[in-house]
């Protein structure tokens, strides 16, 4: 028998059961008619009522629960194993809520070798631990924005609940268990817009812990032998990590635009108030899945909202090869033209790599040479004709290069003509037909996602609570959290109590509200 469970208080009479809380109210009404409370400073008096307020609401959910085991009435009970429970008994389980532990007396219904049923329980939809639906609401919402150990003093400071950091990680978890059903039954409906259908995806790394790291980087962590007991030296923080994959689909406008536009130094201040905004923006991320079965289901939401393939597909990537060739391939899959186009602020960072190396740093030089390339990217010019023009910056100037700088320039030229064969970097054709060239949304996804919330300073994550965070955090940024709650209440009711009896039919053991309304006062 659960821990939950006790023995039964005796039942008071019908017209008591409210008398409790009405004690409780009139004593605090008394309390702030007297010459103390009269003569406190308010934050005395809010803490006051805040505190004495739950305890009368803890009383007065508690007395309706009481009701409702004073109306129930015996019921024929049959099980899904198909045994009838033929003797029944009161019982009684206590709730953590969020105002405090909740005593619910109730008949249980017996067979032997067979599991009790409490029909009262399934009508209240209560969870198979002892914490409410409310607290653990509460755990869902606070546990996407907040550390776990900051999520057990909220909880502890804002409601009469008391939960353990291990429990708020378990509960996370569980929170979290119908995400993917979620969306598979909530098919995006078919939209008439003739809107851009971009795509995006991109990786971020998390610090695991050691069992739950993905097997070839266990292995490389095994081999390793730090210098150190106490304390990781440079050079030793590699081989931590697992890689989340993160994707993004969202609908946006063509904006035309030119390369002026772009370049920061000749945009006027009227251009980004022309900038079309991203609409019907689904965000999402997975520590736990292989990368290219996040980046199916990017295709399988896609598809979803235009699935007669009509519109403009975009599929904005930042060149890495095992996820291009993923992007590629899934894309052949879903029998679906895509515009691949490799994010211009990547290409950006590796043109200042170049500068750095032939200027001596971030110089106004370096940053004047800079925004000739990326101009002569952005009106036609191809990546490797800028990697032609680095290389020749690098042969004529008046000093070598030292090793570091060859390197760098190496790294550079090889990034921009292997993205030019691959055909990702037409950015004049882009701009011209309105394309987004840059992965600001998922940009963004990656740091709400993962890098606010997962790369905290000393957080070593394990695998069910990594995937469960970065479930519930995709949620709220999808404006899809209250939605997805109602449907985790009713899948939990599904779980925990209609699968218990025959063919899912839960016996109700209340009479009709009438009735009931007549018979207590």
Not at 199 to 209: A, N
Not at 456 to 464: F, H, M, V
Request: with cysteine; hydrophobic share 40%; glycine share 6%.
């Amino acid at each position: 028998m659960s821990a939950a469970y006790a023995s039964p208080i005796p039942a008071a009479p019908a017209t008591a059961i409210f008398e409790r809380a009405r004690a409780h109210g009139a004593e605090v009404e008394r309390t702030l008619r007297g010459k103390e409370m009269l003569r406190a400073e308010h934050a005395e008096v809010e803490v006051f009522i805040e505190k004495q307020g739950r305890e009368w609401a803890r009383l007065m959910v508690e007395a309706q629960f009481a009701l409702r085991a004073e109306l129930e009435q015996r019921v024929t009970v049959v099980g899904a194993d198909g045994a009838e429970r033929s003797s029944a008994r009161s019982t009684e389980r206590h709730v953590e809520m969020v105002v405090g532990t909740v005593a619910v007396p109730r008949l249980g219904y017996q067979e032997p070798g067979h599991k009790d049923l409490h029909p009262i329980d399934a009508l209240l939809n209560l969870s198979a631990d002892h914490f409410s639906y409310g607290v653990r609401h509460l755990v869902a919402k606070e546990s996407a924005r907040a550390s776990f150990d900051e999520v057990v003093e909220l909880i502890r400071d804002r409601s009469g609940a008391e939960v353990a950091k291990r429990q708020v990680e378990e509960l996370a978890v569980r929170a979290a268990r119908d995400f993917d059903a979620f969306y598979e039954l909530r098919r995006h409906a078919k939209s008439a817009t003739s809107d851009l259908l971009v795509l995006s995806t991109d990786g971020k790394g998390i610090v695991m812990r050691h069992e739950d790291l993905r097997e070839a980087t266990r292995l490389a962590a095994e081999q390793k032998a730090n210098k150190l007991e106490t304390r990781l030296s440079p050079g030793e923080k590699a081989d931590r990590k697992r890689m989340a994959q993160v994707c993004a689909v969202y609908s946006v406008a063509p904006w035309p635009r030119t390369a002026a536009d772009v370049l920061h130094v000749l945009r006027d201040e009227n251009t980004d108030s022309k900038r079309p905004r991203p609409s019907d923006k689904r965000v999402w991320a997975s520590v736990e899945k292989h990368p290219r079965k996040v980046i199916r289901q990017a295709f399988e939401e896609a598809l979803e909202r235009d699935p007669e393939r009509r519109r403009h597909w975009v599929f904005l990537v930042d060149g890495e090869p095992r996820q291009l060739k993923a992007v590629k391939a899934e894309a052949k899959r879903a029998g679906v033209k895509v515009t691949l186009i490799l994010d211009i602020v990547h290409v950006l960072e590796y043109l200042w790599l170049a500068a750095r190396a032939l200027f001596g740093g971030s110089t106004p030089e370096a940053e004047t040479w800079v925004g000739h390339r990326l101009l002569a990217l952005l009106t036609g010019r191809s990546g490797g004709d800028i990697a032609g023009t680095i290389r020749w910056w690098a042969d004529n100037r008046k000093t070598q290069l030292d090793a570091a700088g060859r390197k760098a320039i190496k790294k550079a030229c090889r990034y921009l003509a292997n993205r030019t064969r691959t055909r990702l970097m037409r950015y004049a054709e882009a701009l011209r037909d309105g394309l987004p060239i840059a992965t600001g949304v998922i940009e963004g996804a990656c740091r709400y996602l993962v890098k606010d919330r997962m790369d905290r300073t000393g957080a070593c994550w394990s695998l069910e609570g990594a995937e469960a965070v970065l479930r519930l955090r995709a949620l709220r940024a999808s404006g899809d959290f209250d939605e997805y709650w109602n449907f985790h209440l009713a899948r939990e009711k599904e779980r925990n109590h209609a699968s218990l009896y025959a063919d899912g039919e839960i016996p109700d053991p209340l009479p009709a509200p009438r009735r009931h309304l007549r018979r207590v006062k």
